[in-house]
């Protein structure tokens, strides 16, 4: 059974950073794609960034320059350093690990709140 914990949310003040932490445990296949998303309270869960475990990325276009995703395949952890925060960053960040053939695996998410 794969776990994810996420840990690092809080409340933080327009143009300030934040470091998210995910951390992964159980059976979990080395050539996998770890990701963050977001999601707003009645809205859909969005993608906000990858890193395949050889350390390719992709972000949403509304956090390039701003975030930066990297991980630790050693300890099977992913991060999000999030950069010149905004309001509309505000939401429940969740992680995600998945690779060929398996389910996705989820986090329970941590709230990231953004004051102007």
């Known amino acids: 059974q794969v776990q994810l914990v996420e840990s690092g949310g809080g409340l933080v003040q327009a143009g300030e950073s934040r470091t998210l932490s995910c951390a992964a445990s159980?059976?979990?296949?080395?050539?996998?794609?770890m990701a963050w998303y977001r999601q707003v309270p009645g809205k859909q869960r969005d993608l906000v960034a990858t890193?395949?475990?050889?350390?390719?990325?992709n972000y949403v276009d509304s956090v390039k320059g701003r975030f930066t995703i990297s991980r630790d395949n050693a300890k099977n952890m992913v991060f999000l350093q999030m950069n010149s925060l905004k309001p509309e960053d505000t939401a429940v960040y969740y992680c995600?690990?998945?690779?060929?053939?398996?389910?996705?695996?989820w986090g329970k998410g941590t709230l990231v709140t953004v004051s102007s």
């Open positions: 995600k690990v998945s690779w060929l053939g398996s389910m996705d695996y």
């Open positions: 159980g059976t979990i296949f080395r050539g996998n794609v």
């Open positions: 890193i395949t475990s050889g350390g390719n990325t």
